[in-house]
């Protein structure tokens, strides 16, 4: 029982279960540990949503990085040189 407090009050052992998850699979107390501890912890809830959310998205992005057929457009190119050369011609 005192293993079982140990989870319910520890936001810490809490996030990380919730971050090793999405790496590999908890065992079963591991898993039974972070449920009781989401059952009484929205912080926590909110917590593993948005890490859920940010490591979808890094996905995504690494994958999107793979693609090498990407360029940036040559108007778009100018357009952004120019503003940068306007905003360091501003503080001569």
């Known amino acids: 029982m005192n293993s079982l407090k140990g989870i319910i009050y520890n ?3 809490a996030t ?4 090793k998850k999405q790496v590999r699979k908890l065992t079963f107390r591991e898993s039974v540990e972070l449920r009781i501890h989401l059952t009484g912890c929205s912080v926590c809830r909110v917590f593993q949503k948005q890490s859920v959310m940010i490591n979808r998205m890094v996905k995504n992005l690494i994958h999107d990085s793979q693609k090498k057929d990407r360029k940036l457009d040559d108007a778009f ?6 503003k940068i050369e306007g ?3 501003k503080n001569r």
């Open 11 to 13: 936001c810490r052992q």
């Open 16 to 19: 990380f279960l919730i971050e």
């Open 87 to 89: 905003e360091l011609n």
């Open 77 to 82: 190119k100018r357009d952004l040189q120019d």
